[in-house]
């Protein structure tokens, strides 16, 4: 993909001069088969630095298109990673240090949508109806130009625009038939946050959440969409008559500044009988609820500003970003509570890199609105409100980020670097009873060979019989299998009769293609899972 400045027709008759990928405004759709390995040539032909960050994907630090990564002018970067997270809408954008407000508002922005073979059974509108829908707002008083110029009152609200676009389409219409459609909508603007409704005040379902599908398809008449977020909804157009139309809108609300203008978003005019042989699902997957009595630690984010001192407004636990500065440290695969107290009358969206996490409770109250559950990477926090969320980072080690979407306030310094790092007590975690211990493999991600080690209790430590007949008939066949994300063994490494101690083995992923694998330890009713990427 080729970043540069371009001119590309927005307003019918007229050319917008933006900045972003392959001569398109938004930039090309990426669909993408989860399992497969996704690359990209980012080519920076623009006169200031850029990245490209795959928002809401998991991905391996040096992939994630952080702001200390730029693609300097001139130059190149490939991005490439494995693809092995839930089906869902995501989309991509620039991180450029102090560039990515100025830079997604120029354009560079689009969707990467991730499809898997259990998502196509479900039966779900398909094909024409099937719709991704980009939200951004851009200011009527500079048309047809896009022009980025920010004083106090627009870093405080966020460069907010009294014009939607939607899919770069100013005043947009969309054709549609009397049947169910399934719209996947993303809020891509700068700063803007919408509350959703359809302007005959009829119900919609809201099927999925920033991180895939929802394990139910809930009634909904309204929802806030904030920046950085996705919700997708299904929506029938059979009781209209062909002929009628309805407006997707934003309905009015109060908020910070120019926040919570009613807008028309998109106007459906109902052109046909046409049927997309969609239904609503009666059976989606389940989500596993993480349990909150299960966290082993909270950590506490307070948001806030302060118009007075130092150099960034936006503040998180009173500090603005720093480049080079590590914030927090969080070990792999713990369970913890972060709380995000908002002590600004100001809405802040918060986005975490390189996790999906969980909505826990809303000024304590753990009923939520639909589109709060499910799994999430961004949410939105309102003004003196506290989110509560339950998180685990399951995937990659290594240096992310946590910041306000209001680009911005990130732009601004609301923003942290966190580092996770490899769990401590992987011994504790997957000890069994009986006392095998299967460890993260070293090193991960790899290429081509990674060690795995495990280890086998002695029969002779303080059992009860039943537990001591059955540890030794679990030593009779110990097996350590590896398999692709889709299930598929690939490899054997152990399968024999072992003796206590312990063990280490060589796994050579030389003839595999990168991606995610995962191991699995079984001996007997004992048996222990751990993810590793091979990357290449
Ligand atoms: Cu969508 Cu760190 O950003
Ligand atoms: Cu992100
Ligand atoms: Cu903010």
């Not at 002590?343 to 996490?357: D, E």
Request: with cysteine.
């Amino acid at each position: 993909m080729i970043f540069k400045s371009s001119n590309v027709e927005v307003w019918p008759g007229t050319t917008t001069q933006v900045v972003g990928m392959n001569n398109s405004y938004p930039g090309p759709t990426i669909r993408v088969q989860r399992g497969k390995e996704f690359s990209v040539l980012f080519e920076n032909q623009h006169n200031v630095e850029s990245t490209i960050h795959w928002h809401g994907l998991l991905v391996p630090e040096l992939m994630d298109g952080q702001p200390k990564d730029p693609v300097l002018p001139g130059t190149s970067y490939r991005y490439s990673f494995p693809v092995f997270q839930r089906a869902g809408t995501y989309f991509y954008h620039s991180h450029a240090h102090h560039y990515t407000a100025e830079q997604v508002y120029m354009g560079h922005a689009g969707f990467f949508i991730i499809e898997d073979e259990a998502e196509k059974q479900l039966g779900l509108p398909a094909g024409e109806f099937d719709i991704p829908l980009l939200i951004q707002d851009r200011r009527s008083v500079n048309q047809p130009q896009f022009v980025y110029s920010t004083n106090n009152q627009d870093i405080m609200q966020g460069y907010l625009g009294d014009l939607p676009l939607i899919n770069g389409t100013p005043d947009a219409y969309f054709e549609v038939q009397k049947t169910l459609y399934r719209f996947r909508i993303v809020n891509g603007s700068n700063a803007r946050v919408y509350q959703l409704a359809l302007s005959d005040n009829s119900n919609f379902r809201i099927i999925a959440t920033d991180g895939g599908l929802k394990d139910e398809a809930v009634e909904v008449n309204e929802a806030f969409i904030s920046p950085g977020e996705r919700i997708e909804i299904l929506y029938d157009f059979s009781s209209f008559n062909i002929g009628e139309s309805v407006n997707l809108v934003s309905l009015p609300f109060s908020g910070f500044g120019n926040q919570g203008t009613q807008m028309d978003l998109l106007k459906f005019n109902i052109v046909g009988n046409g049927t997309s042989g969609g239904t609503v699902p009666q059976n989606l997957p389940a989500i596993d609820y993480y349990d909150i009595n299960s966290a082993v630690r909270t950590r506490t984010f307070e948001l806030s500003h302060d118009m007075n001192s130092g150099p960034g407004m936006h503040r998180i636990n009173d500090l603005t970003y720093d480049i080079n500065r590590i914030d927090e440290k969080i070990p792999l695969n713990e369970l913890e509570e972060w709380k995000f107290v908002n002590v600004t009358n100001n809405l802040h969206p918060i986005h975490i890199h390189g996790v999906m996490f969980q909505v826990y409770s809303r000024n304590g109250s753990t009923v939520l609105h639909p589109k709060d559950k499910g799994w999430k990477d961004t949410v939105l926090v309102d003004a003196y409100e506290t989110v509560q969320v339950l998180i685990k980072f399951t995937d990659y080690s290594g240096r992310y980020l946590l910041h306000c979407h209001n680009l911005e306030h990130e732009d601004n310094g609301m923003m942290l670097n966190i580092e996770i790092d490899p769990a401590t007590s992987v011994e504790e975690e997957n000890a069994s009873p009986e006392g095998f211990v299967l460890e993260q493999n070293y090193p991960n991600p790899f290429n081509p060979s990674t060690t795995i080690k495990y280890s086998v209790p002695s029969v002779e430590r303080d059992l009860s019989r039943t537990s001591r007949s059955e540890l030794k008939s679990a030593l009779q066949n110990v097996t350590l299998k590896v398999y692709d994300i889709l299930g598929k063994e690939v490899a054997t490494l152990v399968n024999k009769q072992q003796s206590p101690g312990n063990y280490s083995v060589v796994f050579n992923g030389f003839n595999l293609p990168s991606g995610l694998y995962v191991y699995k330890l079984q001996a007997g009713k004992f048996s222990a899972v751990k993810k590793m990427m091979l990357l290449k």
